[in-house]
C-alpha cells in the first residue's frame, strides 16, 4: 500500500514535470512566432513609411519647382522686361500650384486617417481638360529645359467625370512627370495628352 502510494506520487510529479515543460515549450514557440510577426510587420511598416516619403517628397517637389521657377522669372521682370499679362499668367501659376502643394500637405496630415480606416476620396464633378491643362502648365519650365515639347489634344465633347480633383492632378502630374524625365532631350519628343489646348 505504501508502495503504491510512492510510485502513484512520482507519476503524478513526472506529469507534473512534463506539463510544466510542455507548457514552457509552447510559451516559448508562441513568443518566437509574436516576435517573428512583429519584426515582420516593423519591416513593412518600414517599407511602407519609405515609400510614402519617396512618393510624397516627389509629389511636393513638383509644386515646389513650379513656384520657384515661375517667381524667378517674375523677380528678373527689371531685365526681361515681361509683358503684363505674362506676369499676370505665370503669377497664375505660382498660386495654382501653391493650392496643390496645400492640398498634398493636407493628405500628408491626414495620414493618420489612412491608417485607421477612414480616409475617403471626394465625389464630385470634375473637369478633366481642365485639370490636364493645369498640369500641363505647371510643367512649361521643366519642359523648356529639358528641351521636350508639350502638346495636348482631345475632344471637345469630353464630359464631366465623378472623381477626387485632388487626387486625379496627382495622377496626371506624376505621368507626365515621368513622360519628360524619360523623352530623351536630344529627340524633342513631342508628349500628346487629352486637351484641346497647346501649353
Do not use: W
Amino acid at each position: 500500500m505504501i508502495h503504491g502510494s510512492h510510485t502513484s506520487g512520482r507519476s503524478a510529479s513526472l506529469i507534473n514535470d512534463y506539463a510544466s515543460l510542455l507548457g514552457e515549450a509552447v510559451l516559448r514557440h508562441r513568443t518566437r512566432t509574436a516576435e517573428h510577426a512583429a519584426r515582420i510587420e516593423a519591416e513593412l511598416a518600414s517599407r511602407v513609411k519609405s515609400e510614402f516619403i519617396a512618393n510624397m517628397s516627389h509629389e511636393l517637389r513638383t509644386p515646389l519647382n513650379t513656384v520657384i521657377g515661375f517667381s524667378k522669372l517674375i523677380s528678373e521682370q527689371e531685365r526681361r522686361k515681361l509683358p503684363d499679362a505674362e506676369i499676370v499668367e505665370y503669377a497664375n501659376l505660382i498660386r495654382d500650384a501653391a493650392g496643390h502643394l496645400l492640398a498634398v500637405i493636407n493628405d500628408i496630415l491626414d495620414i493618420s486617417k489612412i491608417q485607421s480606416g477612414k480616409f475617403t476620396l471626394e465625389n464630385r464633378d470634375v473637369q478633366v481638360d481642365e485639370i490636364l491643362v493645369a498640369c500641363l502648365a505647371s510643367f512649361r519650365l521643366l519642359a523648356q529645359e529639358t528641351k521636350v515639347s508639350l502638346q495636348s489634344t482631345i475632344s471637345p465633347t469630353l464630359p464631366s467625370i465623378r472623381a477626387d480633383g485632388v487626387k486625379l492632378r496627382q495622377i496626371f502630374t506624376n505621368l507626365i512627370s515621368n513622360a519628360i524625365k524619360f523623352t530623351p532631350a536630344v529627340s524633342y519628343t513631342h508628349l500628346t495628352l487629352p486637351t484641346n489646348r497647346e501649353v
